[in-house]
Nanobody, 120 residues
Framework: QVQLVESGGGLVQPGGSLRLSCAAS????????MAWYRQAPGKKRELVAA???????HYADSVKGRFTISRDNAKNAVYLQMNSLKPEDTAVYYC??????????????WGQGTQVTVSS
C-alpha cells in the first residue's frame, strides 16, 4: 500500500503563490502517474495537473500558465507550484498516485488533502 502525505496549503492573497508538496511512502512499489486534484465546496473533484513517469504533463485549462507540476522520482514526490492565485482556486487539494508492484495491476492512492484559500 502506498501512502501519500501532502503539505504546503494555507491562506494567500489573490495574486500570491503557494507550493504544494506530496510524498509517497511504502515499499516495493513503482509509481506511474502522479497528479493533483482539487475540490471546492459544493463542486466535484477535478483534475488540476498530472505528470507521467516519463515527464509528460497535463493541465486543466483554468490553471494553464499559472500552475506547474513537477516530480522528484528519487523521492517519490510531486509538487505543484501555484502562481497568480485567484479566489476561484480556493479548494482542498489532493495528491493522487497510480502505482504497481511489478505485475499488470495498477492501484491508486489519495492523500488526505490540504486546504488552499485565496482571499484578501
Amino acid at each position: 500500500q502506498v501512502q501519500l502525505v501532502e503539505s504546503g496549503g494555507g491562506l494567500v492573497q489573490p495574486g500570491g503563490s503557494l507550493r504544494l508538496s506530496c510524498a509517497a511512502s511504502g515499499s516495493g512499489f513503482s509509481i506511474n502517474q502522479m497528479a493533483w486534484y482539487r475540490q471546492a465546496p459544493g463542486k466535484k473533484r477535478e483534475l488540476v495537473a498530472a505528470m507521467t513517469g516519463g515527464g509528460s504533463t497535463h493541465y486543466a485549462d483554468s490553471v494553464k500558465g499559472r500552475f506547474t507540476i513537477s516530480r522528484d522520482n528519487a523521492k517519490n514526490a510531486v509538487y505543484l507550484q501555484m502562481n497568480s492565485l485567484k479566489p476561484e482556486d480556493t479548494a482542498v487539494y489532493y495528491c493522487n498516485a497510480d502505482w504497481s508492484v511489478g505485475g499488470p495491476n495498477i492501484f491508486g492512492s489519495w492523500g488526505q488533502g490540504t486546504q488552499v484559500t485565496v482571499s484578501s
